[in-house]
């Protein structure tokens, strides 16, 4: 036996089994062609990448080290000793080498491949290989099939109430924080909205980021189901819940290699809203040349497929397609947006109209998931519950349940603006562009970081005029976002 | 600027930066989403992937650290000053986003991604990418203009000679080790042979361990020629020439995936042997139900490939479909092959007649490469160099060049009896369990274990009677391999 050791070494992800050259137990050689193990101790077991570990001041010859997520999972305290075999890779890899050679596969198959990765028994060499087999064609039953088996691995929400509304944006249009608006004013109405939401992993900012200026965001879950309970709504961060742990691995891979098909989309939403017990889901698909949707032939294709699957799991689902052509509101960045967000639900005189309006549309069809409200009343009432106060209390309840934030975070202090180069009107804002502007600002890890739009579409600028404020919290972040901004501001004037 | 440390852990083709939690000049969080980092110094530079080193006595912060390999690759003094920066993505990964959205791409395209591989700007979950999507389709182009990007990212090798003749099996078969037998019969007829081998990943044994028993096989390129040019052939390990540089790196991911597509072994092959020259190049096919290549539809459109890429390459192919439903001769494992690849050349009575005849039958195509030869004339060509002893001569020849072996090695002394059942005739031999029993046994780490077979398809035996005999060196090996054997011994007796 081997005496577990932690190696305080962070692998992102990999987890990492570290084994002395001049252990006595084992013959390096024979793993020399592997690249997996499992480290098994007191029943629990864990599958590892091994490195080999040269000289024994790093590791003496009888212990096992482990990097420290790795050492983490496991869970046993340093000393315990450990068994260490050739991990086989698992068998559902067969299920991956028959989709690779163009099979299409059934559920079982499925199945026991998103069991596996859950499991952490892939690796990311692995998961890729399954992730663009899956790229080059799926049947919409087998997305189908991946949608129930992700959603199968993880937590299982269960509700009293026979109604759980949700929405979800597809992405990719910054300062679009309609769920902040959405979501007071359907817990206002009194429709149940138990929200979960992401940080940012490649945008300036995820809903989970901006709410976190305003609250606490990290919420067990029976304490979110009793804020839901009580004040019918909430806007936490998802990680918590675990809802999809398959899909949180597999975006681990799908994120760098920039794997965005639309059946990985509708298995990763559907799965995640499956599990949370949504009965009735809107989804926001902005379209937009510089959006994730970026033609009326591919929204046609993936409301196609949500409407398939969604209907096969039984949930009832409103497909919206909005106009992703600009930014939404003003500020792109966690505390910009929240300013732009309590603007709307205060009813302040700035409060950007944009912004307003997308969330009072998109709460709209939400209110009219409900069979007593009639078919175009959703709009006027969502109205109602802005204007009136109503939402501003509801959302001050849910802030005041989750709990306050960590801090009082203001704009970030380094401020510079972007100028137009001529005068004339502005044609286009790129949403992917200036979304990478505000992230090298230094959102989300910097709260107060990111870019503070002055013009819009359509705005008439004169020469040297302000297009935009950049905010910054470091000198660095400010050099490069300035300098991006210098070459490419993102924003075409005619 | 920081400084340049070792760290002695073997990372297995993954190159990994260390960077201290506490390094004063970067942020970690910086890197939080990133995987790859560049670490650069005197005008070279390494592509790595990043961890973070939690606590200060495993690395300073003022240090960056390089896993082994990463440190020998980039050839500086440990206390160099280095610099860290993001490396971002290699831009021609957009390509292999182009191939998993269905593009066919272009020789420009291909070329950039194999570049870039050379280069080890990818990570193994990014080489799983590219080879997946090339897996789901390839046009004949494709192919060859990945051939063609493959050889030209090598080393070449140049020859006085305007014929330079060679052979490749496409493998599966275990105990197939004729290059050993076909080079001496072909330098002693008087074309170049210049044959590079590999070392076993998956097999037992590799022409380069088998050889190894018998001659140093680790041969400079510029030895290589002149040995080649003395002697007409030579049996040298290929890892030494460095001729597809992006296939060894390809490979550390296709062979745990499993990917053994057509389009991939085309381009394997004839990268290594366009670079290395060859004009004239036999490839061996062996065809059977546990053979690499199952089936009539496999072996013609592979055939209908090598022909195509080949002519493109200016080649002359000849392809030669062979029978893959058994090992040929007796001995599996580099010790017990090297045995019956001397009975052969030495016309000993005991020499394995199967073994003799396929070697017979390629080196005679490889003859008739030679327009001097009459059609039909090279059987009894090559028959007559190997029992008139010229082709044992130019094996010693071959042998006496290159230098001796390390040590003579023994067939392991650990030996164990597989008998048979029940009494019959033997129907089949699994090609593919057989394999993995040799391996288990040892064989190649130990070069002295493996197989031998005492029985062949159509003997006749008695209950009881030993079917094959395993050789091991170590005692768990020979466990391994019995229980294995035990349990299902891959000879079927009816």
Redesign the interface.
């Known amino acids: 036996m081997l005496h577990l050791k932690r190696?305080?070494?962070?692998?992102?992800g990999e987890r990492v089994a570290?084994l002395s050259?001049t252990c006595p137990l084992y013959a390096p050689?024979t793993f020399?062609?592997l690249?997996r193990v499992e480290i098994a101790a007191q029943g629990k077991r864990i599958m590892c990448t091994?490195?080999?570990?040269?000289?024994g001041h790093?590791l003496a010859g009888d212990h096992l080290g482990l990097?420290?997520s790795a050492f983490d999972e496991l869970g046993l305290p340093e000393g315990t000793p450990v068994s260490l075999n050739l991990a086989p890779?698992p068998q559902s890899?067969d299920n991956?080498?028959r989709k690779?050679?163009?099979s299409t596969l059934g559920a079982t198959d499925i199945g026991q491949i998103i069991a596996d990765i859950a499991a952490h028994k892939y690796?990311?060499?692995?998961?890729?290989?399954f992730?663009?087999?899956c790229?080059?064609?799926m049947t919409e039953d087998e997305v189908l099939a991946l949608t129930r088996a992700m959603a199968a691995v993880g937590e299982r929400l269960i509700w009293d109430q026979p109604m759980i509304v949700d929405k979800h944006c597809i992405g990719g249009i910054p300062g679009n924080r309609t769920s902040m608006i959405v979501v007071p004013i359907v817990a206002a109405y009194g429709l149940p909205i138990p929200k979960t939401s992401s940080r940012a992993?490649?945008s300036p900012a995820g809903t989970a980021d901006t709410m976190e200026v305003l609250a606490n965001v990290d919420v067990p879950v029976a304490r979110m189901q009793e804020i839901v309970r009580a004040e019918n709504g909430c806007l936490v961060w998802g990680g918590r819940a675990n809802l999809s742990p398959a899909d949180d691995i597999m975006i681990t891979?799908e994120?760098?290699?920039?794997?965005d098909t639309p059946e990985q989309m509708v298995a990763s939403i559907l799965s995640k809203k499956s599990a949370a017990g949504s009965t009735h889901l809107l989804i926001d698909m902005p379209t937009g040349p510089t959006a994730k949707v970026r033609t009326e032939e591919q929204a046609l294709r993936l409301r196609k497929l949500f409407d398939y699957v969604g209907r096969a799991l039984g949930m009832s689902l409103r497909i919206v397609c909005t106009d992703g052509s600009q930014p939404i509101g003003n500020g792109i960045g966690p505390v910009l947006e929240a300013r732009d967000v309590m603007a709307v639900l205060n009813n302040t005189a700035d409060a950007p109209e944009d912004l307003r309006e997308r969330a009072i549309t998109l709460a709209a069809h939400i209110l009219e998931f409900d069979p007593r409200l009639k078919g175009g009343a959703g709009q006027a009432r969502a109205r109602e519950l802005l204007v009136s106060g109503a939402a501003a209390d509801a959302m001050r309840r849910i802030i005041a349940a989750q709990g306050p934030a960590a801090a009082q975070i203001n704009p970030g202090h380094l401020v510079h603006e972007i100028r137009a180069p001529r005068g004339g009107t502005v044609m286009s804002l790129d949403c992917y562009r200036i979304a990478r502007i505000a992230r090298l600002a230094g959102a989300p890890?910097a709260k107060g970081a990111g870019v503070d739009l002055l013009k819009k579409v359509g705005s008439a600028v004169r020469q040297g005029e302000p297009l935009y404020r950049l905010h910054c919290v470091l000198e660095t972040d400010c050099q490069f976002a300035c300098e991006m901004a210098a070459r490419e501001p993102g924003v075409l004037i005619q």
Chains 1, 2 share one sequence.
């Open positions: 190696i305080g070494i962070q692998t992102y570290f050259a050689e020399h062609n690249y091994l490195n080999i570990v040269e000289n790093l990097s420290s890779p890899l991956v080498r690779i050679a163009g690796s990311k060499m692995e998961i890729a290989a992730l663009v087999a790229a080059a064609f992993i490649t891979v994120r760098p290699l920039g794997i890890a």
